[in-house]
């Protein structure tokens, strides 16, 4: 079993950065695929990058060319670069972790708690 542990989020203004961090615990990280989430008042939650061990990123359009996904099998952890933050990036952001190749809301096998970032305009 994987325990995920997200910090970073915060209050920020519009047009500033945030780094997310998620650590991971108690399997082998570099084994998963690993993601974040996010997930807005009413919206559903949707995925917003996703990195596996030796892959190539994915990302989701609304957010490319402004964050970078990173992980650090050495430290056990995933990393969210938030820049060019937006009102609209305002969400509870999920850590991910899926066995499969590919990053999916179904296919997740382990969920951190959230951390919320807000972005004022």
């Known amino acids: 079993q994987l325990q995920l542990v997200e910090s970073g989020g915060g209050l920020v203004q519009a047009g500033g950065s945030l780094r997310l961090s998620c650590a991971a615990s108690?399997?082998?990280?570099?084994?998963?695929?690993m993601g974040w989430f996010r997930q807005s008042p009413g919206k559903e939650r949707e995925l917003v990058a996703a990195?596996?061990?030796?892959?190539?990123?994915t990302y989701a359009d609304s957010v490319k060319g402004r964050f970078t996904i990173s992980r650090d099998d050495a430290k056990n952890t995933v990393y969210l670069q938030m820049n060019s933050l937006e009102a609209e990036d305002t969400a509870v952001y999920y850590c991910?972790?899926?066995?499969?190749?590919?990053?999916?809301?179904?296919?997740?096998?382990?969920w951190g708690k959230g951390t919320l970032v807000t972005v004022s305009s």
């Open positions: 991910a972790a899926t066995r499969q190749v590919t990053m999916s809301h179904e296919g997740v096998n382990y």
């Open positions: 990195r596996k061990r030796y892959s190539a990123s």
């Open positions: 108690g399997d082998t990280f570099s084994t998963y695929t």
